[in-house]
């Protein structure tokens, strides 16, 4: 009987336990008195107009029970409201495009969600991000399509929607491919998935934003200059120029023809130096004159654009015709900064260049680093679609090419080794230039 009665007792007391936890954590309830309903105080209060919106700042009451700013505004027909909590003072509005003058409401809102009477303010959004971008437009043609530059100074997320005008029976802009940019200076090359036919085409282009505002179709009549994939197998030509890497690692594995068998983005499969031989640079015959667009680079081993022993930048030159007669003359061919680094073996590097060498007659087509990504999904991509580099639009026609390694895997500098891998080489132009 005790040890029932001891039982009922611990069990009252539980219980009694648990009706006072459950009181505890019952939600509060609405204040019993009434709340300073009143607006928004106008003391400190102030408006700066911006491109598309404005920069709301003012005082924060002093009400324990306020838990945040809310503007309440109209923007293209819908009802759309912004927050602020107490620890900050001001409020952006945004995503306006040719609107001249703005109503909005000011409350102040409490934890229960209640709202304040409202302040009503006005301004004067300046020029849209959008209008900012397409009255900066240039279009130009490229190889293959058009290239596009534009200005965005708050680098707002802008998509650039490309267009081809159908000139059959629905006479209607089609569209092409889409971009998105929030570079404050951008270039984009439009090209498709295959390229435009060069021919006279009306391109049209329009930008988007991410709150829905669209501009006006900018319309670009122009022929696309023409480009091809030079064809493969191109010509090892390191054994003809000195200074050149002309180890391979291994001659049946991994021979330099691997730079253009076409196959990409895959495991062990490309071009990799000896381990100690000399020279960072390259020479590939294309086998023919070319007025060059990009060359396409794919890295060793797949989605590893910065393993292995990748090389990551590349220093290019190129000449459509080679005096043979210079060869003999090897300092000729000396590139300094490979020089005075120790990466050409058995050469002082403290020699003197003579006046004239190979990068007094050949032309420069650019220092080309590939972009760095943290995200692995932006890595695999790289890999997979490769690193364009584009060429200089005024570079004259050229047939041999010259490569010399800037950067490795992590983007350092090439160890003295010289050590280095590549995937794949792919080059793109117009082949249809006089040929020497």
Same mark, same amino acid.
Request: charged share 20%; hydrophobic share 35%; glycine share 6%.
């Given at each position: 009987?005790?040890?029932?009665?001891?039982?009922?007792? *611990?069990?009252?007391?539980? !219980?009694? =336990?648990?009706?006072?936890?459950? *009181?505890?954590?019952?939600?509060?309830?609405?204040?019993?008195?009434?709340?300073?309903?009143?607006?928004?105080?106008?003391?400190?209060?102030?408006?700066?107009?911006?491109?598309?919106?404005?920069?709301?700042?003012?005082?924060?009451?002093?009400?324990?029970?306020?838990?945040?700013?809310?503007?309440?505004?109209?923007?293209?027909?819908?009802?759309?409201?912004?927050?602020?909590?107490?620890?900050?003072?001001?409020?952006?509005?945004?995503?306006?495009?040719?609107?001249?003058?703005?109503?909005?409401?000011?409350?102040?809102?409490?934890? =229960?969600?209640?709202?304040?009477?409202?302040?009503?303010?006005?301004?004067?959004?300046?020029?849209? *991000?959008?209008?900012?971008?397409?009255?900066?437009?240039?279009?130009? $043609?490229?190889?293959?399509?058009?290239?596009?530059?534009?200005?965005?100074?708050?680098?707002?997320?802008?998509?650039?929607?490309?267009?081809?005008?159908?000139?059959?029976?629905?006479?209607?802009?089609?569209?092409?491919?889409?971009?998105?940019?929030?570079?404050?200076?951008?270039?984009?090359?439009?090209?498709?998935?295959?390229?435009?036919?060069?021919?006279?085409?009306?391109?049209?282009?329009?930008?988007?934003?991410?709150?829905?505002?669209?501009?006006?179709?900018?319309? !670009?009549?122009?022929? $696309?200059?023409?480009?091809?994939?030079? $064809?493969?197998?191109?010509?090892?030509?390191?054994?003809?120029?000195?200074?050149?890497?002309?180890?391979?690692?291994?001659?049946?594995?991994? $021979?330099?023809?691997?730079?253009?068998?076409?196959?990409?983005?895959?495991?062990?499969?490309?071009?990799?130096?000896?381990?100690?031989?000399?020279?960072?640079?390259?020479?590939?015959?294309?086998?023919?004159?070319?007025?060059?667009?990009?060359?396409?680079?794919? =890295?060793?081993?797949?989605?590893?654009?910065?393993?292995?022993?990748?090389?990551?930048?590349?220093?290019?030159?190129?000449?459509?015709?080679?005096?043979?007669?210079?060869?003999?003359?090897?300092?000729?061919?000396?590139?300094?900064?490979?020089?005075?680094?120790?990466?050409?073996?058995?050469?002082?590097?403290?020699?003197?260049?003579?006046?004239?060498?190979? /990068?007094?007659?050949?032309?420069?087509?650019?220092?080309?680093?590939?972009?760095?990504?943290?995200?692995?999904?932006?890595?695999?991509?790289?890999?997979?679609?490769?690193?364009?580099?584009?060429?200089?639009?005024?570079? /004259?026609?050229?047939?041999?090419?010259?490569?010399?390694?800037?950067?490795?895997?992590?983007?350092?500098?090439?160890?003295?080794?010289?050590? !280095?891998?590549?995937?794949?080489?792919? !080059?793109?132009?117009?082949?249809?230039?006089?040929?020497?």
């Amino acid at each position: 009987m005790k040890i029932y009665s001891y039982i009922l007792t *611990v069990l009252a007391l539980c !219980f009694a =336990f648990y009706a006072c936890e459950e *009181v505890a954590v019952t939600a509060p309830k609405e204040p019993s008195g009434p709340w300073n309903v009143a607006p928004l105080s106008e003391v400190g209060l102030s408006i700066e107009n911006i491109n598309g919106g404005a920069i709301i700042t003012y005082t924060i009451p002093n009400d324990p029970d306020i838990m945040y700013v809310m503007a309440e505004y109209e923007r293209n027909g819908k009802i759309f409201t912004e927050k602020s909590s107490i620890h900050h003072n001001t409020l952006t509005i945004e995503g306006f495009h040719r609107v001249d003058h703005v109503k909005a409401k000011l409350y102040k809102v409490n934890k =229960f969600e209640q709202r304040s009477e409202p302040l009503e303010i006005e301004f004067e959004p300046k020029e849209s *991000v959008i209008d900012i971008a397409s009255n900066s437009i240039q279009l130009l $043609p490229g190889f293959g399509g058009v290239t596009a530059i534009w200005e965005n100074p708050l680098q707002t997320e802008l998509g650039a929607r490309l267009m081809t005008y159908d000139d059959s029976l629905y006479y209607r802009f089609d569209d092409r491919e889409m971009v998105f940019s929030t570079i404050e200076v951008d270039t984009v090359k439009f090209r498709g998935t295959e390229g435009y036919p060069s021919v006279e085409t009306l391109f049209g282009l329009v930008f988007e934003d991410k709150w829905g505002n669209v501009s006006d179709t900018i319309e !670009f009549l122009t022929t $696309p200059f023409f480009e091809t994939m030079i $064809p493969k197998p191109y010509v090892d030509f390191r054994s003809q120029i000195p200074f050149d890497n002309i180890t391979n690692l291994n001659t049946t594995t991994y $021979p330099i023809s691997k730079l253009w068998d076409g196959i990409v983005n895959t495991g062990f499969n490309g071009w990799l130096t000896q381990n100690g031989g000399s020279g960072l640079s390259i020479t590939i015959d294309m086998k023919q004159t070319v007025k060059l667009s990009r060359i396409l680079h794919h =890295f060793y081993h797949v989605d590893q654009p910065y393993g292995q022993a990748n090389v990551v930048a590349w220093e290019i030159w190129g000449t459509d015709n080679i005096d043979f007669a210079s060869i003999p003359s090897n300092t000729y061919w000396l590139d300094s900064l490979s020089l005075v680094t120790g990466h050409i073996h058995n050469q002082d590097p403290t020699q003197a260049l003579p006046e004239r060498t190979f /990068k007094s007659d050949w032309e420069y087509l650019g220092y080309h680093q590939a972009p760095y990504y943290t995200a692995a999904a932006d890595r695999n991509a790289l890999a997979e679609r490769g690193n364009e580099m584009e060429m200089p639009i005024d570079a /004259k026609p050229v047939r041999y090419i010259r490569f010399f390694v800037r950067k490795m895997t992590s983007f350092v500098d090439p160890p003295l080794s010289n050590y !280095f891998s590549c995937g794949e080489l792919t !080059f793109y132009g117009d082949n249809t230039v006089p040929q020497e």
